[in-house]
């Protein structure tokens, strides 16, 4: 649960990109190639006021129908992005309109890999330093800049001021917020509200993980069959079995009733 402070600090609607949007289970997605999403991300100019992107799977979907207090921050968010192949199935089982994939680590390799120059300013929030030296070494960026916020910093309030002036005194074209949901983007929205940073944050989750060799991605075939959750989960049983085995599958219910109201089934 977040702390009511924070919560005050949700933001309401931001205008959204322009492009082609799907609307699921109450919020916009884009519905773009990766391509065309990196492309308008990197038109960005550093010095724009700071704008943030979420990439949501199914267990944060789930969170989102269950706690009123998250949903502001994907509704603040400039643009919204499904990173769940198992979301994208289940709408098409149930002729649902399904919004592009692109998930947080897609986004985040090609956005390295083809739009951010080795020499360009980064600001990184989260992994620990281990992780990020992997990163400098795998990527070859060399201005990263890196602050990692202690677990429950949502709740303390000197530690989330840290965390704020750490991104508004280190600007950079692209923050990647590596935190978790919905702590990365309770900051992001709060960075957007306070109007003193600038650049695009990226709340990507774990995405960065493969970059930095921490976790191997499934084959290709498995990512495609939306069996990548399988594949991590046999990977760290202990950490992702209840996301995945108890939390996550609400998504079917969720998926089906919109289909439902709809009138689709």
Known sequence: MLDGSLQAQAATTAPAPPGEAIRLLGLEFANRPLPEVAAS??????????????TANSHQLVR???EAEMRPLYEGAWLRLLGSRVVFKLCRMLALPAPAVISGYELSA???ARE??????VALLGLGPQGVASLKARTGLRCLDHHNPPAGFENDHAAFEKALRFIETHPARFTFLAMGAPQQCLLA???RQRGRAT?????IGEGLL???????RAPRAVQQMGLEWAWRLAQDPKRLARRYLVESPAIVGLLRQEAQDRGLI
Do not use: K
Request: proline share 10%; hydrophobic share 40%.
């Open 199 to 203: 650049g695009t944050g990226l709340c």
């Open 210 to 216: 493969p970059l930095t060799g921490q976790e191997r």
């Open 64 to 66: 989102l129908s269950q």
């Open 41 to 54: 991300l990197a038109a960005r100019p550093a010095d724009a006021p700071f704008a943030y992107v979420v």
């Open 110 to 112: 090609h956005l390295i």
């Open 116 to 121: 951010i120059d080795r020499d360009e300013p």
């Open 189 to 191: 929205d709060a960075l």
